[in-house]
């Protein structure tokens, strides 16, 4: 699980950090909400974990901000703000859940897992991207309306390219994601995966930037 957590006190910050990548998820700071902003453009995140009080705006107007730009990740509120209007505010204003510091950690992980299974319980059952259709929960895959063969991980990898949206996910994203952070796998395993995906797909299925990493080749409607 890849987490952006937007904190602006960098103590906190780390603390978070290191709590969340002792318990097997990727995590990375935006200390503000210009920074979170640009990371959530950029980079495909399975959760974020947002400070209410930011430097430079509000942590409700920054969630309303990235809900109308589509990003639809979930959310847990993690702040110092304990009234019960607040928690009723962050959680009408987009927020998947309410935490207030102080938190142990343990539990801010079992909440991201928690947030991140409901929300893949009421994702699009179905991915259209060109020719090619997915229904990545039964495993199933049609090119131009014709059957084709994918083990579970080329469904898996071509889910996360197709979540990202035509924005280029690393090598190493794109392996956190499959395998985990604590998976021993072979640096040649994801080369593996995509080579056969454009043998099933075609050569234009799957696209390569020098320093960028890859991409969808077709737009998901």
Not at 41 to 62: I, Q, S, T
């Amino acid at each position: 699980m890849r987490v952006l957590v937007i904190e602006d006190d960098a103590l906190i910050a780390e603390g978070l950090l290191a709590g969340l990548v002792a318990q097997g998820m990727s995590a990375r700071r935006a200390g503000s909400g210009a920074a979170a902003e640009a990371a959530c453009l950029d980079e495909a995140f399975d959760a974020l974990v947002l400070d209410l009080g930011l430097p430079d705006v509000d942590g409700l107007a920054l969630l309303a901000t990235l809900r109308t730009q589509g990003v639809s990740v979930p959310v847990v509120v993690l702040t110092a703000r304990d009234a019960i209007e607040h928690r009723i505010a962050g959680l009408h204003g987009g927020a998947d859940d309410y935490l207030v510091k102080p938190v142990d950690l343990r539990e801010l992980g079992a909440r991201l897992h928690a947030v991140v299974r409901r929300a893949a319980g009421r994702a699009v059952q179905q991915i259209e991207a060109g020719p090619l259709r997915l229904e990545p929960h039964g495993g199933q895959a049609w090119l131009d309306g014709e059957p084709v063969a994918l083990s579970r991980r080329e469904i898996d990898l071509l889910t996360h390219l197709a979540d990202a949206r035509g924005r280029w996910l690393t090598a190493e994203a794109l392996r956190e994601r499959l395998y985990g952070l604590d998976a021993d796998v072979g640096s040649n395993t994801l080369n593996v995966h995509i080579h056969n995906l454009r043998r099933k797909l075609g050569s234009g299925a799957i696209e390569s930037g020098r320093g960028l990493g890859y991409r969808l080749g077709w737009t998901p409607r």
